[in-house]
């Protein structure tokens, strides 16, 4: 790597292929010294731009417009480099949501298997029938495994006051032995992924 000097109080240097990396530092009695680096990587915008001196001979005009044009780069670096975080952020955010949708999709399609399995299992079976049944439970068993590997859980209905933010009303009943607003009955069963509603549960409730 070779160093060219310029002027007074710069250099230039360039590396072993040919590309060139800047780095020019001059004294200022009045305002210290400063130091410009220009080269490969992101620039380091966690501290003021450096005090960089006058050139010989410059008016005080000059100078002053001089500095209002450094303090205009640098707080359009500032800027740039924010509204980039907040770019980087979004799309982040995005992909993560992308990502959330596609599984809760792909997980709600396989609860209507779960409830046919689950119906299988309700339904009168001779004895003739038994080891289909047990393959059965073992399959539903695996399903709700697989279900809660990923963060699948089924939501409380029977016994708990209406929902409507868990659950859907599909009959209303006058029952003596419940409180009014009471699910007394599930006919479909609801599930949440993670605290996102998957499927509301399809339930029955008490009224006056």
């Known amino acids: 790597m070779a160093e060219l000097p310029n002027q007074e109080g710069q250099a230039e240097v360039r590396d072993d292929q040919g590309d060139t990396k800047v780095q020019v530092r001059i004294t200022d009695p009045g305002q210290g010294a400063g130091t ?4 490969d990587g992101l620039a380091d915008t966690s501290a003021e731009p450096a005090a960089v001196g006058p050139p010989s001979g410059a008016t005080s005009e000059e100078i002053e417009e001089l500095r209002k044009e450094r303090d205009g780069f640098y ?5 740039k480099t924010a509204e980039f975080e907040n770019y980087r952020k979004r799309v982040e955010r995005e992909r993560r949501e992308q990502a959330d949708y596609a599984a809760a999709n792909l997980l709600r399609s396989l609860l209507p298997l779960v409830d046919s399995l689950e119906r299988a299992l309700g339904a009168e079976a001779s004895p003739e029938a038994e080891p289909y049944r047990k393959g059965v439970e073992i399959i539903h068993r695996q399903m709700l495994d697989l279900l809660q590997k ?6 409380e209905a029977v016994g708990t006051e209406f929902d409507p933010h868990l659950h859907e009303a599909v009959i209303h009943e006058v029952s003596p032995d419940h409180p009014e607003g009471q699910v007394i009955a599930e006919l479909q069963r609801g599930y949440r992924l993670g605290e996102r509603l998957l499927r509301p549960a399809l339930v029955k409730v008490a009224k006056a």
């Open 150 to 155: 990923n963060g699948v859980t089924p939501i």
């Open 36 to 39: 410009v680096s220009v080269g």
């Open 75 to 79: 707080e359009r670096l500032l800027r």
